[in-house]
Nanobody
Framework: QAQIVESGGDSVQPGGSLKLSCTAS????????MAWYRQVPGKQREWVAR????????DYANSVKGRFTISRDDANYMVFLQMENLKPEDTAVYYC?????????WGQGTRVTVST
């Protein structure tokens, strides 16, 4: 059964760090670009970071550039998001999916809360 499971979200103080993990079925991630997205209650889901198959090319939204790093471990079909210097505006539920995303593969997400 093809599925995505995100984990690693937590509540942290501003300036803190978190590493999110995404485990995807082979059929989802193999040979595909993957990405992290996030959604704040009351707002539309937005793209955060993407990584091309092979893992050598990455791209980031301006809001997280220089603070977040996306990586992948294709041997284990995993995608990661290392988040540094977290800000309150980073608070959201974070999702992993293909890039472009497939509506069939949205998981439950993992919640990140940045507050004092």
């Amino acid at each position: 059964q093809a599925q995505i499971v995100e984990s690693g979200g937590d509540s942290v103080q501003p300036g803190g760090s978190l590493k999110l993990s995404c485990t995807a079925s082979k059929s989802i991630s193999h040979t595909y670009s993957m990405a992290w997205y996030r959604q704040v209650p009351g707002k539309q889901r937005e793209w955060v970071a993407r990584i091309i198959s092979g893992g050598k090319i990455t791209d980031y939204a301006n809001s997280v550039k220089g603070r977040f790093t996306i990586s992948r471990d294709d041997a284990n079909y995993m995608v990661f998001l290392q988040m540094e210097n977290l800000k309150p505006e980073d608070t959201a539920v974070y999702y992993c999916n293909r890039f472009p995303p497939s509506d069939a593969f949205w998981g439950q997400g993992t919640r990140v809360t940045v507050s004092t």
